[in-house]
């Protein structure tokens, strides 16, 4: 079975900054999707960023980018230019076209603060 | 406005006192999935449906029943809830099997005391 490991509780950044969160996932697929959502106190699940495995060319959605290596089973979340809106817990996902079910696999979340 | 509607939004009640709780998709999405999200874990999925009349457990499906009678409505149903259930709990929808992006709902904290 997949699983998605966030090896970071926490990170804080200072606005207007640039914050790197980890991803790591462990599959033995060779086509795949990777997800960030963000999670504001809302609740509300928001996507972030997608990337599909076969793609080479990391995704990347304004202030958002990934740096995804599939060799390394890494996946993690840039954001640059940090605003105070973007506090919120982050999940990466995974999502594999091969199980019937479809099913988002997650990770145990990272808490962004960001400082002014 | 295309969304996924998830009632209550709170909800607490005591161990064994059965409960629904509803999810609702104006998308005509045929994929429906439910997950409880906790402390460490994440988000897992309890069950899914691909169509109607067409479920199957997730992840974690102990304790909890679904259905799927009509394409826009996934309840999610608690017989005898324990507090181990007490969690906050996602419906979400996705257009197809091979459709890309999911609809989250605004989710339901469920407390059992």
């Known amino acids: 079975a997949q699983t998605v490991t966030q090896s970071q509780p926490e990170m804080s950044v200072q606005e207007a900054e640039t914050v790197t969160l980890s991803c790591t996932y462990d599959?033995?697929?060779?086509?795949?999707?990777l997800f960030w959502y963000k999670q504001p106190p809302s609740r509300q699940m928001i996507l972030v960023i997608r990337?599909?495995?076969?793609?080479?060319q990391n995704a990347t959605e304004n202030r958002f980018s990934v740096n995804f290596q599939k060799a390394a089973k890494s996946f993690s979340l840039k954001i640059s230019d940090s605003q105070l809106g973007d506090a919120a817990m982050y999940f990466c996902?995974?999502?594999?076209?091969?199980?019937?079910?479809?099913?988002?696999?997650f990770g145990a979340g990272t808490i962004l603060r960001v400082k002014s | 406005e295309a969304q996924v509607t998830q009632n209550p939004r709170y909800l607490i009640t005591v161990t064994g006192k059965k409960l629904t709780v509803t999810c609702s998709q104006n998308?005509?999405?045929?994929?429906m999935s439910w997950y409880r999200q906790d402390p460490g874990l994440g988000l897992r999925q309890i069950y899914y449906?691909?169509?109607?009349?067409?479920?199957d457990k997730g992840d974690v499906p102990e304790g909890y029943k679904v259905s799927r009678k009509e394409k826009r409505n996934f309840p999610l149903i608690l017989e005898s809830p324990s507090p181990n259930q007490t969690s906050l709990y996602f419906c979400?929808?996705?257009?197809?099997?091979?459709?890309?992006?999911?609809?989250f709902g605004s989710g339901t904290r469920l407390t059992v005391v």
């Open positions: 599959t033995s697929e060779s086509d795949y999707y």
């Open positions: 979400a929808s996705r257009r197809d099997r091979l459709g890309y992006g999911y609809t």
């Open positions: 449906s691909m169509n109607v009349e067409v479920t």
């Open positions: 998308m005509n999405h045929e994929y």
């Open positions: 996902a995974y999502r594999s076209p091969l199980e019937y079910g479809n099913k988002l696999v």
């Open positions: 990337q599909e495995a076969y793609k080479q």
